[in-house]
């Protein structure tokens, strides 16, 4: 069965109740289907639009804060998801293959972007940046480690043109949903990152502005090297200081970055400009 089925099996489910309605023992249809509305989807939306405004829109603080409260009390029910689909139960994959990750977009404008990452578990979304953006992550389900990097700015570093840039370590560990909504900024917060899924996991983005090749914000792929593993001239660390220290390669985009793009099915956003 593909997440496709399974997206469209909790739109019908939805479906069935709100065109259906009892009265005097009979069941009433309404026609034509309207999707419902998630009233913190919805906030969020509005929320975004108020604190996106295009290129070099970093979120003030008190706007961070707003943000991530909307996001922190939001549920997999807001996006049309449900704990108890079978994608959601599956404990492990068969075969060595890495399982593909799927997307699924809610709202995309020039400004900002929303959507969902929907990771079997084993799945991997490969080490990336987000160039000039802020993103605000809401694991909804499931559990997934995160290693995220920032890159070291060093003025006098004398091989800017390597491939090789010096990053410190952010963030390595586990998220296991509910659990509040983590942010990365362009030169903070662990603006690289790298996702594994530990059981199959759903995670919301909120990307401001969204990736655009043409306007100089495509992805990037890297490895990470560990600091001790490479002779460097420099920097004179040892011990658990190099620890936090790792070599960060670009690379062309490995095969896991590759994802499945689906239909998003769940409630759905009224644009302002409708309201
Ligand atoms: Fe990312």
Known sequence: MTIEVRLADVSRSIRKKKCCRKTS???????????????????????????????????SPSDVQKLCSILDGMMAEDVGLSRNLQFFKTKSTTGGEIPKVACTNIYQSENFSLCIFFLPANAVIPLHNHPGMTVFSKLLLGKVHVKAYDLVTDDNSDDSSSQLKLASLKAD??????????????????????????????????????????????????????????????????????????????????????????????PQIIERSTL
């Open 173 to 266: 560990g586990v998220f296991t949903a509910p659990c509040d909504t983590s942010v990365l900024y362009p030169t903070s917060g662990g603006n690289i990152h790298a996702f594994t899924a530990i059981t199959p996991c759903a995670i919301l983005d909120v990307m401001g502005p969204p990736y655009s090749k043409k306007d100089g914000r495509d992805c990037s792929y890297y490895r990470d090297i560990p600091f001790d593993a490479l002779p460097n001239e420099r920097a004179v660390m040892t011990g658990e200081e190099s620890k936090r220290y790792w070599w960060l390669e670009e690379i062309d985009a490995p095969k896991e970055s590759e994802m499945e793009g689906i239909e998003y099915m769940g």
């Open 25 to 59: 023992g009979k069941t009433k249809r309404y026609l034509p289907y309207m999707r419902p509305v998630s009233y913190r989807l919805q906030r969020l939306y509005l929320s975004c639009l108020d604190v996106f405004k295009g290129v070099g829109t970093v979120p």
